[in-house]
Structure formats: structure tokens, C-alpha cells
């Protein structure tokens, strides 16, 4: 085996020999300081459970092997346990989300009513011509045909020593003119 493949034994022994003398002292189920009574104890045997389970390749074939191999990353959760304060500051961590949650559906209502306000308010009325040159008062009454994306050349035509005749020359591809809302708008709710 390689050298991680070493020390992912090791260490699975060494923690599994942690479980089973805490199980040995404390008892399995029953009693108020019994093993599988704390939660933390209850994550670690579900991640020296995993541990085994991927060193043995039991699920290699199968789809659930990857989700096994992603719980494996619940490992450093172990130090917690032995850690006072870490244990205190990820429970406190877990007693805040449901208040969090809270604070985010008054805060998704409150940008709802607001939404549904800006829509009453200024939908469709944002509307503009593609082209550029088509302006507002009488934006939507210009914007008809089609318009010229691209640059615009002056060429010089005649012979040399008359006076040469200037022309206007479009370089480009012709462009539909679309009265159009412009991408971030408040026509619906979703944009």
C-alpha cells in the first residue's frame, strides 16, 4: 500500500480502538453516559463506519461509493470532540440557523414586495431602440427598418486633379431596429 494508504489504516485503527474502549467503559445504548447517547460519539461512529467501509472498497462499483468517499471529509469533526470550545462554538453554529433562517424569509418577503412595487412601477417603460441614433421623444416612431452595425468610411471618387466627389459608405451588416427592454429590467418579478 502507499504511504496514505498507511496512515488511513493507522489511524482507523487507532480510532476504532478509541470507540471500543469508550464503548467498553461506558456500555453501548443503555445509561445516561452510554456511547451512542452523545451526538458527537453518534457522528463518530458514523465516520470510522465510512473510514472502513472505503478502505475495504465494499461500494467501489457502485454510484454511492463517491458520497461515502465525500464523508470522509467529516473527519476533522473528530478534533472537535475533544475540543471544549470548538464543540461550543459549532453548537452555538447550529442553534443560530433556524433563527438565521427567520431573518432570511423576512428579508426574501421584504425584496418580494419591493419587486412586485418596482414592477407596477416601471414596467415596460424602459423600453429603447437597438439603434443608437433612434432617440427618445420619438424613439419608438424611428425605430422602424434596419440600421447599419459597424463603422462608417468616407471615400473620395473622380479622377486625380478634378474635384472629387466624397461619398458615405457603410461597413457593416444591416441590423433589424427592435424596441426592446434593455437586459436588466423590471418587467417581471425575475428580472
Known sequence: PTHLGLFELVFNILFSFEALVLVGARGLVLGKQSYLSDNWHRLDVVIITVSWVDYFGFFNGF?????????????????IKHNKGMRDVVNALIAVIIPLSY???????CILAFSIVAVGVFGGKLNSCSNPVALYPLGKAECAGVFILGSVKTASFGRPGVAQERQTVHVGFPVPNAWAPPRNNFDSIAT
Open 63 to 79: 454510484q454511492s461509493a463517491k458520497t461515502l468517499r465525500m464523508m470522509r471529509a467529516l473527519k476533522p469533526l473528530r478534533v
Open 103 to 109: 431573518v432570511l424569509v423576512f428579508l426574501s418577503t
